[in-house]
């Protein structure tokens, strides 16, 4: 009996992990890494798994969605738009901005947005996949109506 119970088991985590790899590959993952440059600065990353994002958009309450309803479209749209079109060219720079402390370079990587700012005291860097960011917006709206 117990044998028959940790297979049950093993093939539940295996099952949910296969699931969860799946998803993650499907939707991307925001990435957020944060470097403090002085001595004893802190340095961190989050990856966030935009299918995280997607079901935890379905606990959000319609109630804080309804008067938001037409942005939430149009957002999500755009954003779906935005990331073909990205997908079907060449990575490129969109902004680039250099002084003397800080520079600031926006650009794409495949249907990725990726902002990076570096200064004297800090280095911060976000990726984002548009695809998949379009996809929680649209299961917002989605909510929303």
Same mark, same amino acid.
């Given at each position: ?31 957020? /890494? ?19 994002? /997607? ?52 650009? &794409? &990587? ?12 800090? /280095? ?22």
């Amino acid at each position: 009996m117990l044998m028959k119970l940790g297979v049950g088991a093993l093939a539940g985590v295996l099952g949910l992990s296969v699931g969860a790899g799946v998803a993650t590959q499907q939707y991307g993952t925001v990435v957020v /890494r944060v470097e403090e440059k002085w001595p004893g600065g802190d340095s961190f990353t989050i990856p966030v798994p935009l299918a995280l994002a /997607r079901v935890a958009a379905g606990f959000v309450p319609t109630s804080h969605l309804g008067e938001h309803a037409g942005d939430l479209q149009l957002a999500s749209e755009l954003a779906a738009l935005v990331a073909d079109e990205l997908a079907a060219y060449p990575d490129t720079v969109l902004v680039e901005v250099t002084d003397r402390h800080e520079s600031v370079l926006v650009h &794409t &990587t495949g249907s990725d947005l990726v902002v990076d700012v570096n200064s004297d005291h800090e /280095r911060v860097y976000v990726r984002v996949p548009l695809w998949g960011a379009s996809q929680v917006l649209e299961a917002l709206a989605d909510k929303a109506h």
